[in-house]
């Protein structure tokens, strides 16, 4: 595998397949099964899954609710799809740790890193669920938060889209494909691939991320294996890949 260990970040949306709210039971089996294999074969997996099918912070406000009420129903939310992932990857015999940033001691582990990385090293999936535990920090930044923690080698960012394009790819049919991108690039062509605070901290402490298509059957197992899925972002732009 091209990677020891690895955080994966899903988004809520992925979750409810083609329905149009909540969890599809074929594609939350369909990411057990993915994240199954690549843990049978010694990669480290830790998880970090957005809320999105069903609360986000920000809607809050459209609902004229607190920006801080709402962020905290968004974390929630995060806690039910980590629980909803666990008991699917426990259905198929894998070992799993989910631990919180927020207290929620009768189904969740309190964060903390040495227990994170000491269950990574027995073998264990870990899910991150709550975000940070914080306001206004979204889950692509407790993706990056934790990945720098645990001294990930990757963030994989599992979208629907088999990476990052000049444009969106679902609008604009003149779009094109990045295979490899620097940092800065990124930045100068203002590209959506993470939050600006999520996408500064690996940035910052050098972390690569690799944005691919996760509904899409093996691409996980794939990408670990070597080829060349996907976007790749890291600060030179280029790879051995």
């Known amino acids: 595998m091209t990677y020891k260990r690895i955080l994966l970040k899903l988004s809520g949306e992925a979750l409810m397949g083609q329905q149009q709210y909540?969890?599809?039971a074929e594609?939350?089996?369909?990411?057990?099964?993915?994240i199954k294999t690549v843990a049978s074969k010694g990669v480290e997996v830790a998880i970090v899954i957005g809320g999105g099918n069903i609360f986000r912070g920000v809607q809050a406000a459209?609902?004229?609710?607190?920006?801080?009420q709402?962020?905290?129903?968004?974390?929630?939310?995060?806690?039910?799809n980590?629980?909803?992932l666990q008991s699917a990857l426990e259905k198929i015999d894998v070992s799993t740790r989910l631990l919180s940033g927020l207290t929620i001691q009768q189904v969740c582990e309190p964060y903390i890193r040495r227990r994170a990385v000491r269950h990574l090293e027995k073998?264990?999936?870990?899910?991150?669920?709550?975000?940070?535990g914080s306001p206004y920090f979204t889950t692509d930044s407790a993706a990056s938060l934790r990945a720098i923690e645990i001294e990930a080698d990757v963030v994989l960012k599992g979208t629907r889209v088999d990476g990052i394009y000049t444009a969106d790819p679902e609008k604009d049919p003149n779009a094109t494909k990045f295979n490899e991108i620097s940092f800065n690039e990124v930045i100068e062509k203002n590209l959506n691939v993470m939050d600006m605070t999520a996408f500064t901290l690996c940035k910052?402490?050098?972390?690569p991320i690799i944005?691919?298509?996760?509904?899409?059957?093996?691409?996980?197992?794939?990408?670990?294996?070597?080829?060349?899925?996907?976007?790749?972002?890291?600060?030179?732009g280029k790879s051995d890949r």
């Open 82 to 84: 980590s629980m909803a």
């Open 70 to 80: 709402g962020d905290y129903m968004g974390m929630l939310a995060t806690v039910i």
């Open 27 to 34: 594609r939350l089996m369909q990411y057990a099964t993915e």
């Open 211 to 236: 944005v691919f298509d996760m509904n899409t059957e093996g691409n996980l197992e794939r990408l670990l294996g070597g080829e060349p899925l996907g976007t790749l972002v890291n600060s030179s």
């Open 22 to 24: 909540g969890i599809d």
């Open 204 to 207: 910052e402490n050098n972390l």
């Open 123 to 132: 073998g264990r999936v870990v899910i991150f669920g709550a975000g940070i």
């Open 62 to 68: 459209a609902f004229g609710l607190d920006r801080v």
